[in-house]
């Protein structure tokens, strides 16, 4: 889970290179939580318990307004929203990172591992001014085989990105609208002190939109698929960055 980013103002073994935030080093102290949902083969998949919700309900954050209009995230449903999501993975700067070029089932397959999994990933509609133009995945990064490559914290919440339109890409939209998403995660949820990024090294575009929307640059990331930057806002520094 999940894909490499994509562009945005265009979305193993791994551990942070030299030179890297010894905040972001320190050693990674797995809770009870994390062991029971890894294991030694990675995190368990099926429904968890109604009410469980892990993500606090991604569909009830709301509207939020943004200097490109007013923004809301909404739950993917495949039957609506499939052929424009596989029309926008098909896009050959969005298959380069993303990976699910071809028939729609192929962009199905991986929305349905979402959608029926246990709610550690929410695969959203990102709509502006009323028009749905970009696709998000909010995700619990510290319960997500991510953890495994970086010191994850409790509620760690990750989240990817792909600008769908090409005549939204290139104009500082990506920036505006990560800034939004991230403040809604760190107002939805409470207990998430960090929102986490991995977006490709040779996506420049999307690392400069991240850094640009108040992530900070923690660590360079070997992740089987690709060659990570991980991007890191946090709480405490949010109203400086």
């Known amino acids: 889970m999940p894909p490499p980013d994509a562009s945005t103002d265009a979305g193993t073994n791994s551990a942070p290179r030299a030179g890297s935030s010894t905040e ?15 294991g030694d083969d990675g995190p368990v998949t099926g429904p968890r318990a109604a009410g469980d919700d ?15 209009g007013v923004f809301q995230l909404v739950p993917v449903r495949i039957e609506r929203d499939l052929p424009l999501i596989s029309r926008w993975m098909n896009d050959p700067a969005v298959a380069a990172f993303w990976e699910l070029a071809g028939p729609q089932e192929v962009a199905a397959a991986h929305l349905r591992t979402q959608l029926d999994g246990d709610g ?20 619990r990064a510290d319960l997500d085989p991510l953890a495994r490559h970086y010191p994850a914290r409790p509620h760690d919440t990750g989240i990817h990105l792909l600008v769908g339109g090409v005549a939204d890409r290139g104009r500082g939209l990506g920036t ?6 991230a403040d809604l995660v760190l107002d939805r949820r409470p207990l998430c002190a960090r929102v986490v990024a991995e977006p490709d090294l040779r996506n420049t575009p999307s690392v400069s939109a991240f850094l640009r929307a108040g992530f900070r640059f923690s660590a ?15 709480r405490a520094l949010r109203n400086l960055l």
């Open 120 to 139: 550690r990933s929410a695969p959203c509609l990102g709509v502006l001014a009323g028009v749905p133009m970009s696709y998000w995945e909010v995700y």
């Open 24 to 38: 972001d080093t320190l050693d990674l102290r797995l809770t009870e939580e994390l062991i029971a949902l890894f």
């Open 220 to 234: 360079e990331l070997d992740l089987p698929d690709k060659r990570a930057a991980l991007m890191v806002r946090d």
């Open 54 to 68: 892990l993500l606090d309900t991604p569909a009830d954050w709301g509207p939020v307004t943004t200097s490109g």
């Open 176 to 181: 505006t609208l990560l800034r939004a998403v």
